[in-house]
């Protein structure tokens, strides 16, 4: 076969920089160049000669054939571009460290020699090409994607050169420092709606950027409008290829709301949310601290405060009154102690107040000015009109205090005591004082009381009410010890006071109530020869109205006579009290129960409030009857008592019968019943079951 090439033009045709085969009208290779030879990695005697389609597996033979054919016969020309063919020839390209296939572009055109038509095809490798184009598209999507998410991230992003003048600020940074885009570009950075001092900060992030190339931390900000927000901040330094800075990169997420969030949580915690006055929890830390950094110069006052009537707001005109007192309150309290004071609400109505650096005489001074702003102050709510008091408890707070807890104690302690002598006045705390000697006696005496109830200790005793002037049926009134653990009796005026001073009397009351009305019920049979038992109730149960239903129920459900009850409540309780007392004895006289006024004549306006209650009994009391024989005014007074009583259609019963003599002349006033050791001890209730009981 002749080869239609000259020498000059296979010199040409063999350097050629892109692959060239010649093919007849049979397909097959005319002739080949070397990039092709090498391309395939054969040698040209091995080539020539043989068909394209035997020696390329093409992907689609039909399509080059046609391609080929159409130029040999046609005389047409034909380019087959990579975006199209990618990889019409199955050839490798050298690529990198690695061969890959090649991407190729194919130009496939007819030529003459010698009066033949042979068709020429010249592959381009465009590898590389490809992959720039490739790598430039994704480079754009890239930035595009960078862009996309840089311009909707939720963290403020700007971007400044070396220097830390703003090039790019993105729309959050806008949005939260309200500065734009125009506004930012070309402005210092560190300077921008900065609080910090733009300098010292300045200098410090980029000695940090110069020795680990990135800076974080918190910083406070002020938006465009002045409003002051907190951001958690990182500032990165941007290099280039050869490792020279050129950007820095500030990244910042919004902390405002949780900061804000953090700071009312912490207020929340530290503050009493009614008046806004710090609670005893964040009182204790700061009393713990100024007891640990105490010494000898200087010495606090502690003042404990507690408004009296306080109950009496809340229960007569409801909580939003409280509430309102209390408030008004916290606001006087704040406003008469000195600005660097602390002042707490501990709970209730209860507040205490440290006085720094401060002489206690001074500041019982300031308190007693105080209790007298009180006193005068009127609380209006609605159309009602309170008068309000304050007792105040105070103590030094030194080195030698032993701790927050026993300082507040000292405080607490010495308001009761102030409440004790009659309420309105300050008391100070003395180491060595009878009064705090005797409240721990009766913090002992509460504990006692409450075990009692909870291990059922107390026991039920009677003593004798004897008819005087003709032959009845006696009547007993019910008395409470306390059996200690040992099984001796404690009397009741041992822990009595204390019950009474620890709001624990309606819890006794209860207990001789139920266990009364049970031990009559069970045995009615035995209890013929009395005429009734009397129950004594303290001035808190008559306001009980938990307890007054209890015990209508408990009537109600028993089967005892209910006529067989008597409840002795003392004058003073019932005038203290009146409006509750009066609906007490009504509701449990509808039941049929009986009621006697005890120590009657104790009080200073007896007689005028004696026509509003509703009572069976009168009991005078023992203080005018002990020395009827000998004092001319006592019996006066028990026989206007006795008088009056009658006139009313009370029965009357005189206290403190001790002897004969005594007796004798309650008899001679016309006095009905007696009651006292001379005609009876207590004694154990199921004793009174014997109806031989000694009466003398």
Same mark, same amino acid.
């Given at each position: 076969?002749?080869?239609?090439?000259?020498?000059?033009?296979?010199?040409?045709?063999?350097?050629?920089?892109?692959?060239?085969?010649?093919? *007849?009208?049979?397909?097959?290779?005319?002739?080949?160049?070397?990039?092709?030879?090498?391309?395939?990695?054969?040698?040209?005697?091995?080539?020539?000669?043989?068909?394209?389609?035997?020696?390329?597996?093409?992907?689609?033979?039909?399509?080059?054939?046609?391609?080929?054919?159409?130029?040999?016969?046609?005389?047409?020309?034909?380019?087959?571009?990579?975006?199209?063919?990618?990889?019409?020839?199955?050839?490798?390209?050298?690529?990198?460290?690695?061969?890959?296939?090649?991407?190729?572009?194919?130009?496939?055109?007819?030529?003459?020699?010698?009066?033949?038509?042979?068709?020429?095809?010249?592959?381009?490798?465009?590898?590389?090409?490809?992959?720039?184009?490739?790598?430039?598209?994704?480079?754009?999507?890239?930035?595009?994607?960078?862009?996309?998410?840089?311009?909707?991230?939720?963290?403020?992003?700007?971007?400044?050169?070396?220097?830390?003048?703003?090039?790019?600020?993105?729309?959050?940074?806008?949005?939260?420092?309200?500065?734009?885009?125009?506004?930012?570009?070309?402005?210092?950075?560190?300077?921008?709606?900065?609080?910090?001092?733009?300098?010292?900060?300045?200098?410090?992030?980029?000695?940090?950027?110069?020795?680990?190339?990135?800076?974080?931390?918190?910083?406070?900000?002020?938006?465009?409008?002045?409003?002051?927000?907190?951001? $958690?901040?990182?500032?990165?330094?941007?290099?280039?290829?050869?490792?020279?800075?050129?950007?820095?990169?500030?990244?910042?997420?919004?902390?405002?709301?949780?900061?804000?969030?953090?700071?009312?949580?912490?207020?929340?915690?530290?503050?009493?949310?009614?008046?806004?006055?710090?609670?005893?929890?964040?009182?204790?830390?700061?009393?713990?601290?100024?007891?640990?950094?105490?010494?000898?110069?200087?010495?606090?006052?502690?003042?404990?405060?507690?408004?009296?009537?306080?109950?009496?707001?809340?229960?007569?005109?409801?909580?939003?009154?409280?509430?309102?007192?209390?408030?008004?309150?916290?606001?006087?309290? *704040?406003?008469?102690?000195?600005?660097?004071?602390?002042?707490?609400?501990?709970?209730?109505?209860?507040?205490?107040?440290?006085?720094?650096?401060?002489?206690?005489?001074?500041?019982?001074?300031?308190?007693?000015?105080?209790?007298?702003?009180?006193?005068?102050?009127?609380?209006?709510?609605?159309?009602?009109?309170?008068?309000?008091?304050?007792?105040?408890?105070?103590?030094?707070?030194?080195?030698?205090?032993?701790?927050?807890?026993?300082?507040?104690?000292?405080?607490?302690?010495?308001?009761?005591?102030?409440?004790?002598?009659?309420?309105?006045?300050?008391?100070?705390?003395?180491?060595?004082?009878?009064?705090?000697?005797?409240?721990?006696?009766?913090?002992?005496?509460?504990?006692?009381?409450?075990?009692?109830?909870?291990?059922?200790?107390?026991?039920?005793?009677?003593?004798?009410?004897?008819?005087?002037?003709?032959?009845?049926?006696?009547?007993?009134?019910?008395?409470?010890?306390?059996?200690?653990?040992?099984?001796?009796?404690?009397?009741?005026?041992?822990?009595?006071?204390?019950?009474?001073?620890? $709001?624990?009397?309606?819890?006794?009351?209860?207990?001789?109530?139920?266990?009364?009305?049970?031990?009559?019920?069970?045995?009615?049979?035995?209890?013929?020869?009395?005429?009734?038992?009397?129950?004594?109730?303290?001035?808190?149960?008559?306001?009980? *109205?938990?307890?007054?239903?209890?015990?209508?129920?408990?009537?109600?459900?028993?089967?005892?006579?209910?006529?067989?009850?008597?409840?002795?409540?003392?004058?003073?309780?019932?005038?203290?009290?009146?409006?509750?007392?009066?609906?007490?004895?009504?509701?449990?006289?509808?039941?049929?129960?009986?009621?006697?006024?005890?120590?009657?004549?104790?009080?200073?306006?007896?007689?005028?409030?004696?026509? $509003?209650?509703?009572?069976?009994?009168?009991?005078?009391?023992?203080?005018?009857?002990?020395?009827?024989?000998?004092?001319?005014?006592?019996?006066?007074?028990?026989?206007?008592?006795?008088?009056?009583?009658?006139?009313?259609?009370?029965?009357?019963?005189?206290?403190?019968?001790? $002897?004969?003599?005594?007796?004798?002349?309650?008899?001679?006033?016309?006095?009905?019943?007696?009651?006292?050791?001379?005609?009876?001890?207590?004694?154990?209730?199921?004793?009174?079951?014997?109806?031989?009981?000694?009466?003398?």
């Amino acid at each position: 076969m002749n080869k239609p090439v000259t020498t000059l033009e296979k010199v040409i045709f063999d350097a050629s920089n892109q692959g060239m085969l010649i093919v *007849d009208n049979d397909f097959l290779i005319v002739d080949i160049n070397r990039w092709f030879i090498e391309a395939i990695n054969g040698t040209k005697e091995q080539l020539v000669g043989q068909s394209i389609f035997e020696l390329f597996n093409f992907e689609r033979p039909q399509y080059m054939r046609g391609t080929v054919k159409q130029a040999l016969e046609s005389g047409l020309s034909s380019f087959l571009s990579s975006a199209l063919h990618p990889r019409l020839f199955p050839l490798h390209s050298r690529y990198q460290n690695g061969d890959r296939y090649m991407e190729q572009s194919c130009y496939i055109k007819p030529i003459l020699f010698n009066e033949s038509t042979y068709c020429l095809i010249q592959v381009l490798d465009v590898t590389s090409s490809v992959l720039r184009e490739k790598l430039l598209k994704k480079t754009y999507n890239d930035l595009n994607l960078f862009k996309i998410a840089i311009e909707h991230s939720a963290s403020s992003i700007v971007i400044t050169d070396n220097l830390g003048f703003v090039e790019y600020v993105n729309p959050r940074f806008v949005e939260i420092a309200g500065f734009t885009s125009e506004d930012a570009i070309g402005h210092s950075y560190f300077s921008l709606s900065s609080q910090t001092h733009e300098l010292q900060f300045e200098s410090t992030v980029l000695s940090a950027l110069h020795l680990h190339d990135s800076w974080k931390g918190e910083r406070s900000f002020v938006t465009k409008s002045g409003d002051k927000y907190w951001v $958690n901040e990182h500032i990165y330094q941007a290099r280039n290829a050869s490792g020279k800075p050129t950007h820095l990169i500030a990244i910042q997420d919004d902390l405002t709301q949780i900061k804000d969030i953090a700071r009312k949580a912490s207020y929340q915690a530290s503050h009493d949310s009614l008046t806004g006055l710090i609670n005893r929890h964040e009182f204790d830390q700061i009393l713990i601290n100024k007891i640990k950094y105490a010494d000898n110069k200087t010495s606090h006052v502690l003042c404990f405060l507690d408004i009296d009537q306080f109950k009496m707001v809340n229960d007569t005109s409801g909580h939003g009154a409280g509430d309102e007192l209390l408030r008004l309150a916290a606001t006087l309290f *704040d406003e008469h102690y000195p600005l660097d004071k602390v002042l707490a609400r501990l709970g209730g109505d209860e507040f205490a107040v440290i006085v720094h650096d401060a002489n206690i005489a001074q500041v019982q001074l300031m308190s007693e000015a105080l209790i007298e702003k009180v006193q005068d102050f009127r609380f209006r709510w609605g159309e009602s009109v309170f008068s309000v008091g304050m007792s105040i408890g105070m103590t030094l707070i030194t080195a030698q205090t032993v701790s927050s807890t026993e300082a507040v104690k000292q405080a607490e302690n010495a308001c009761d005591a102030a409440k004790d002598m009659g309420r309105n006045r300050v008391y100070i705390y003395q180491e060595d004082d009878q009064t705090f000697t005797q409240r721990q006696g009766d913090t002992y005496w509460a504990t006692k009381i409450n075990e009692a109830l909870e291990f059922d200790r107390f026991a039920l005793f009677a003593q004798p009410i004897v008819p005087l002037l003709e032959d009845a049926k006696p009547s007993y009134e019910v008395l409470v010890r306390m059996r200690d653990t040992d099984g001796s009796m404690i009397p009741p005026g041992l822990f009595l006071p204390a019950a009474e001073r620890f $709001n624990l009397s309606h819890r006794i009351d209860r207990w001789v109530t139920e266990n009364t009305i049970s031990w009559i019920e069970k045995h009615c049979s035995e209890i013929a020869h009395i005429d009734h038992i009397s129950i004594n109730l303290s001035g808190l149960t008559l306001s009980n *109205d938990t307890f007054l239903a209890h015990i209508v129920h408990v009537i109600e459900t028993s089967k005892i006579e209910s006529s067989k009850i008597s409840f002795e409540i003392t004058e003073t309780a019932a005038i203290a009290n009146l409006t509750q007392a009066k609906h007490f004895i009504n509701v449990l006289r509808q039941q049929g129960c009986l009621f006697a006024l005890d120590d009657f004549g104790s009080g200073l306006s007896s007689f005028a409030y004696l026509k $509003n209650l509703k009572v069976d009994r009168l009991k005078i009391d023992g203080m005018f009857v002990k020395d009827i024989t000998t004092d001319v005014i006592d019996e006066a007074m028990v026989k206007s008592i006795n008088d009056v009583g009658h006139v009313m259609g009370m029965k009357t019963i005189a206290e403190f019968v001790e $002897n004969d003599a005594i007796k004798e002349r309650l008899i001679a006033l016309g006095v009905d019943y007696g009651q006292g050791y001379g005609l009876g001890k207590p004694v154990p209730i199921d004793d009174i079951l014997v109806t031989s009981t000694e009466v003398v």
